[in-house]
């Protein structure tokens, strides 16, 4: 069945192509294309809306700033920007057919407030893109959230998305839609990101500072992107100021930090520049949280502490065209968790990414060249240490071109990596287990968006090879949105994925801080038993140690009023393949146990599994008043690959988030703000009993009847069968803005963490009867200084 979908696919992607390409064959016109950029410090103004007064010709700038006007019937046009707090921009050109006009825009400050903008930007946005399962992600709506510890971080705003599920305050996960954390993909800059969280689970290592733009995909994504089954997180940084210095320094109770940017060589009139981004920040939390939390831990505070630092160096040209070198190093550490345990991990990567545009071509190229090492090392009391490693570069080409209000999109990419994994045998704690492996990935991409009238439709296919397996992996997807009204449109996604990295963490693990890499192991049964959403059982015979899923997502979007939106989809990921850690093992798997099950003997099981759900936001946003709403029903199921289904641990079937923010005062310089999240409980392995086990210490001469054992072992209730109580936490946070001199602003946060102090559970130890809660009431106080 799941071969015919995938066949059905290709066929429909083939047939589209061939449709797009012959009704878009290349016709007279000729070509406007350009940057905007701001004239006050040289950063690209993305999303904008630009067009030719008086015409249908419009579009938007990209994450470059850059934009592009095809097919234009020869005459004298004028080109339009209106943007809010900038002086309207507007220059005449004559446009001959098949000739190449470059106008590059430096939008001026000014006073101006426009009354009404013609085209909104996101009303734009909406006509011409699919959007399907998106959200893009700004500065300004992170710092709407009230901060944890006074700083407002990217890590809680992915919380309050859509289909976004996160198993703890303390070492928590961020799951998407039913996907393990290994499964979401985190580019920066186009380099790949192998651990973005800290073991805290507050904070993620980008600075919110520096971040120009990220795009969250919880499924559907098209072939532009791949590797990974589940979802993806693309971030942007800023280029950096090319006009003067600025900088950002901040404090709290959980941290410090320090931003810096400025330029090398300044803006010129044809804006062309260097410019430089610095940023550092690291937490104390292990240290002050002893003395201002004291009732935290019985006294031993919370034990995590990073520092995160990332520099970049922009080179741009004065037709647009820029350079980007960049490098980073995120560490974290955990110290003495629950009494138990040490943990430190580190993440190194440096690379560069470039923008071209050739002067006789519509076509942008993007590029990008990165080399990352990630290593996590675990220390326990009373056993063996513990690391894994995975050090990778990926290397990317990307083309894109406009046909009037068409975009094709294609490009290259290749992916290595080499892990490196030492644990000790689940069956012998003394037996040390290493494993060592390096793979590449080459694929390339084919991304076609149809944009017409009343339907916008985006075929496209990603054909993907992953070198260690020698499996060639062909992918196609499809997005479609059809424009019911203005205020009205139905949309709809469809796409095959795979990818071929795991974590050396189990899927049924609560609180697992060691969070390491593998590729596709070769320690896998020879054959699975399949079961599908009704019920139905087969055997399968596994070929490779891909992973792989389908996702299926429909959905609408209704514009209540001018500032009222609401989002719903509905979605189903299909999960045909997931390798995960055997916590099933009893056996060696050893010649002298050849007659014993695979399932009891490998040390990784094929799994099978499913998630669906539905997804409502409503957002409203005006000048003052910021309201978002999100409420998420879903379903996480699991087939263990032999006789069971189970619920894994971050299947949560209600959850809600509510986020206001409000700006007071005469020029807006205070601001209050709240946000509550409830979520039901999730599930947990219950406690059936408790017996005494008899150790084998004495060997043959051990008395098993007559002896006791001080060994008290646990008989465990059905895997998962429990769920933990309703969960649910408000955040309040006031923020006042003081203007100091020119260019100098002071921000004082001053803000409670689970305001009302409420008692959620985190997990219970089984022997001693302990219950752990999560973070309790922590009230903070936050300074920034902007120059």
Known sequence: MNQNIECMFRNAIVFLFAILFTAEAIGQGGT????????????????????????????????????????????????????????????????????????????QKGDIELKEIVISEEKTNARNNINISVETIRPKDIKRIPGVGGQADLAQMLTTLPGFITTGDQGGQIYVRGGAPVQNKVLLDGMIV??????????????TDIIANADVYSGGFSAQYGGRISSVMDISTRDGNKVKLNGNVGISPFGAKLQLDGPLKKLNDRGAGISYVLSAKHSYLDKTSKSIYPYVNDGEGLPFNFTDLYGKISFGGGNGSKVNLFGFSFQDAVTNYQSLSNLSWDSKGFGGNFVVVP???????????????????????????????????????DFKYGIKKDVLRYGIEAVGFDTDFSTFSILNPNEK???????????????????????????????????????????????????WSERFRLKGAAGVYTQNLMATNSDRDVVNLFYGFLAGPEDLPSSYIDSNISGDKEKVDTKNSLQKAIHYVLGFEFDITEKLNLNMEGYFKDFRQLTNINRNKIYNNTPENSDKPDFFKQDFVIETGWAAGCDMVLKYEENRLYIWLVYSLGKVDRWNGNDAFYSPVFDRRH??????????????????????????????????????????????????????????AVQYAGLNEGRLPFYHRLDLNAKRNIKMKKNMELDINVGVTNTYDRRNVFYIDRITGERVDQLPILPNVGVDFKF
Request: no cysteine; net charge negative; hydrophobic share 35%.
């Open 194 to 207: 192998y651990n973005a969280f800290h073991s805290i689970g507050l904070y993620s290592v980008f600075d």
């Open 32 to 107: 406007i294309k350009g940057f905007v950029k701001d004239a006050s410090n040289g950063e690209p103004l993305l999303f904008l809306t630009i067009g030719l007064e008086n015409t249908t010709f419009g579009t938007q700038t990209d994450e470059n700033g850059y934009y592009s006007l095809t097919k234009i019937p020869a005459g004298t046009y004028d080109v339009v920007v209106n943007l809010i707090g900038y002086e309207t921009f507007r220059e005449t050109v004559v446009v001959s057919n098949e000739a190449m006009s470059n106008i590059n825009i430096l939008m």
């Open 655 to 712: 959850n809600v988030n509510f986020v206001g923010s409000y700006k007071l005062g005469k020029n807006k310089n205070y601001e209050v703000s709240a946000r509550w999240n409830m979520g039901s409980g999730l599930p947990f392995t219950q406690t059936q009993g408790y017996y005494q086990a008899q150790g084998v210490n004495g060997g043959i001469s051990l008395d098993y009847v007559g002896s006791n054992s001080n060994y008290l």
């Open 359 to 397: 002067a006789s071509s519509p076509v942008l190229i993007n590029g990008v060249i990165a080399f990352s090492n990630y290593r996590v090392g675990l220390s326990e009391l009373a056993l063996p240490d513990r690391y894994s490693s995975i050090s990778s570069f990926n290397f990317g080409l």
């Open 433 to 483: 287990v290493e494993l060592t492996q390096n793979t590449s990935e080459l694929n390339g991409f084919v991304d076609y968006k149809f944009n017409r009238e009343r339907f916008v439709i985006e075929p496209s296919i990603r054909l993907q090879y992953y070198g260690s397996l020698s499996v060639f992996s062909p992918e196609p997807r499809i997005g479609v949105k059809y424009k």
